[in-house]
């Protein structure tokens, strides 16, 4: 018989072929009846396959008491209550590395269209206005001071990105790192205050839960931005709303937000600002490495292997 696993939502259709090769799949997302499906699912299903997004809360490990693995499709692991998931010995996998590569370009990217404001320079195109004058001039990042808050496999690689556009590199998170060349804040408001761009590429979760406050956008100040790849949950959206109408602070680039898909409606106004569908890892690419890594870590485990990616 093949394990049971229960599908949170959808993955991409390689990622869904491959899992209906190996498992029974109970597909979470199709049903009207979610309790009645963990029901019929309960006796046997042994994996969750989820992503970052979707997680697996307390209660849904709990309906399924033959369980011992999680994969998590994406790095981000903050909706899945890990700390059950240890107590009841379920190993709990994401998909770290893979994405590294495109979500630092994401990040260089929104650096770029807010800097050089590229979106707005090409709307100004499209709408006839260049035929009428030019347009004002932007910013260039060289010799600019960049701050990382959250110097993990992705902040390094946002560093050595940024390194190479001739920008100042500093860091803040838990610890200072000493293999690292760039200097450390133990003071986020200090490090905004130093920093003509912040980018957040922190874990989410409730130590970082609005770590970017009003005190770091007033410190990062009116030619600051703010370049946010993390979580929406680590800045306060209404402080940063407030923060860009009043003028404290510059532009802002973000890619995720507080309750998407909602976006909060005065940020669609604002020229300054730069906006993305939390579509960073988002290349055919990287989701179909993302995809395979799931599926390799579950074979891993069924077969008696240790799996390649564990969180914890």
């Known amino acids: 018989m093949k394990p049971e696993l229960v599908l949170v939502g959808p993955m991409m259709p390689h990622v ?37 997004h979707l997680g697996a809360s307390a209660a849904l490990i709990d309906a399924l008491p033959k369980l011992e693995i999680i994969g998590c499709y994406g790095v981000g692991t903050d909706s899945i209550d890990l700390d059950h998931a240890a107590a009841r010995n379920v190993i709990v996998t994401n998909t770290p590395d893979v994405l590294n590569d495109d979500v630092a370009n994401m990040a260089i990217a929104l650096l770029l269209a807010t800097s050089r404001r590229i979106c707005e320079g090409d709307r100004y195109v499209r709408s006839g206005k260049w035929l009428k004058s030019n347009m004002a001039l932007t ?55 130093d920093s003509d761009y912040l980018v957040a590429i922190c874990p989410g979760g409730e130590a970082t839960n609005k770590i970017v406050n009003r005190a770091v956008m007033e410190a990062l100040g009116p030619e600051g931005t703010l370049i946010n790849v993390a979580r929406g949950s680590v800045v306060d959206e209404p402080e940063l709303v407030s923060a860009l109408q009043d003028g404290r602070l510059g532009a802002a680039g973000l890619d995720v937000f507080e ?27 990287t989701r179909h490495a993302m995809g395979d890594l799931v599926v390799k870590n579950l074979r891993a485990h069924f077969a008696g292997q240790a799996v390649l990616t564990p969180v914890r």
């Open 16 to 52: 869904m072929e491959a899992l209906d090769e190996d498992f029974i799949v109970h597909r979470l997302w199709e049903t009207s009846d979610r309790d009645a499906l963990l029901a019929k699912a309960a006796p046997r299903a042994r994996a969750i396959g989820t992503n970052g």
């Open 139 to 193: 910013r260039s990042i060289r010799n600019r001071k960049m701050g990382i808050l959250g110097l993990g496999r992705i902040g390094k690689n946002i560093a050595e990105k940024a390194a190479v556009f001739g920008m100042e590199i500093s860091y803040h998170g838990r610890s200072k790192q000493d293999d690292v060349p760039y200097r450390f804040f133990d003071n986020l408001v200090e490090m905004a205050q």
């Open 259 to 285: 309750e998407e898909p909602k976006v909060p409606k005065a940020l669609l106004a604002m020229d300054q600002v730069v906006l993305q569908p939390h579509a960073a890892s988002a290349t055919v690419e």
